[in-house]
């Protein structure tokens, strides 16, 4: 069964970059698509951004489009997500997640395995 474990997160100045690492346990990591949510204090956890099954494909969220990049690498059964140009309205946990669906969603109950998160900070 999939198991995602986050890792990355911390307290950064608005305006810097951080990177965030997701490791995937259990199942069969090129068969997954991934996503990264986010959730912060006193919101809905909300999507960020998500990444086909081979890495070519990408959808994002409006808020971070042209900051954030997901990516993926197969061999190593790892998901990143490269934050630049950090606003404190990015400061959230965040989650990833895989789904077994062809499709890239927005719809958070079509991914499962979620880790335990990472905080983000971001100050101004």
């Known amino acids: 069964q999939l198991q995602m474990a986050e890792s990355g997160g911390g307290l950064v100045q608005a305006g810097d970059s951080l990177r965030l690492s997701c490791a995937a346990h259990g199942g069969t990591f090129n068969t997954y698509i991934f996503a990264w949510f986010r959730q912060a204090p006193g919101k809905e956890r909300e999507f960020v951004a998500a990444?086909?099954?081979?890495?070519?494909?990408?959808m994002y969220a409006d808020s971070v489009k042209g900051r954030f990049t997901i990516s993926r690498d197969n061999a190593k059964s790892t998901v990143w997500l490269h934050m630049n140009r950090l606003k404190p309205e990015d400061t959230a946990v965040y989650y990833c997640a895989g789904g077994t669906g062809v499709n890239l969603t927005q719809r958070r109950n079509q991914y499962g395995g979620w880790g335990q998160g990472a905080p983000v900070t971001v100050f101004s």
């Open positions: 990444i086909s099954r081979q890495g070519g494909g990408t």
